[in-house]
């Protein structure tokens, strides 16, 4: 069977609580989403969490709940899937991108603050800034924090990858440093619902709006009405929302899932520093985690020196004929089609190009045995002596 760059781990206590569910409870719209809530934002030591349909979903209405619009600038890493970019565009605004530092692979603080030196002088600043945590290693926060109160602008944490990440011993998720942070249940990350996201905050009022934008706009409660209830069956909708729910059976799989988290990690790591460790060549080069950060491991990135592009090709092929299915996470968003009329330039972002250049994802996931890792890695290691 061939090996998978990721994949999720199922097992019985997770089907039991979703077959709990199936059997005695609501299947969507009860206490079980509200109940992974709680748990989601105790974990991670936020105020409040809005489980959603999708960290797609829960990145447009972090945006719609500041209130991103036509006529504003949104800035991100085009090192990330392109949902981190296409939030921005779903509300009308513009989006941006602030190039990665080769050593964490994440947005540049420093790139950043001469990016927003300049936008001043031009009246273009931004109004959101969407730091990504790629493979589950945090951004520098606290220096994007410092930025946002110097150029005023907020900030929406895409976590995508770093469910039970720490930055400062704190876990990502409680958003010190942001307005908002979100998170992807999708199989091949940390914790799974199926599809799933969840958005968290320490704003009362963040909170109410994304609750709101999940359910079409629509409020049962009466202080936001214009008028006085018609009568018990009333309701109003009061703003352009969504269905964006999550259901009880994912949230059943999740509350499940997230007890297993903490193993996950420790799966992962364990596989991440035997990676460290075994693969010597000095054509890899591995990832670099700071004093000051856990990652939560959930891609493992090893950057390649080779003479071509064509041997990077050359590389995925005989690793796939082996049964070893490796990735690259990401492709620049600017270089996708979509964004072609962008008027985005490669040049302008040297340190994404040359990531894209050398980048590949290595198979890691919990339940990745020692011997197939073994083999990924004698693979790897035969391939760059030849
Ligand atoms: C997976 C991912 C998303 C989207 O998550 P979905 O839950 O699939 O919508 C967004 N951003 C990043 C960085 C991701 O990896």
Known sequence: MIIP????????????????????????????????????SS????????????????????CRALEVKRGDIVWTSPISFVASANCAIYCGAKIDFVDINPNTNNIDPTLLKLKLIKAKKNNQLPKVVIPVHLCGLPCEMSTIWELSKEFNFQIIEDASHALGAEYNSTRIGNCKYSSITVFSFHPVKMITTGEGGMALTNSREIYERIKLLRSHGITKESKLMDKEKEGPWYYQQIELGYNYR????????????LKKLEKFILNRSTLAERYIKNLKSSKFKTPLIPNNAKSSWHLFVVKISLNSFDEKRILFEYLIKNKIQVNLHYIPIYSHPFYKNF???????????????????????????????DKIITKLEKFSNK
């Open 343 to 373: 008027g985005f330039k490669k040049e302008d972002f040297p340190n994404s190009e040359k990531y894209y250049k050398e980048a590949l994802t290595l198979p890691l996931f919990s339940n990745l045995s020692f011997l197939e890792q």
């Open 246 to 257: 999550m259901t009880d059976i994912q949230a059943a799989l999740g509350i499940s899932q």
């Open 43 to 62: 974990f991670c030591g936020a105020h409040h969490a809005i489980a959603l349909n999708s960290a797609t979903s829960a990145l447009h209405l972090a």
């Open 5 to 40: 760059y990721g994949r999720h781990e199922i097992d019985n206590d997770d089907v039991n609580s979703v077959v709990e569910v199936l059997e005695n409870k609501f299947l969507t719209q009860g206490d079980v989403v509200p109940e992974f809530e709680r748990e989601v």
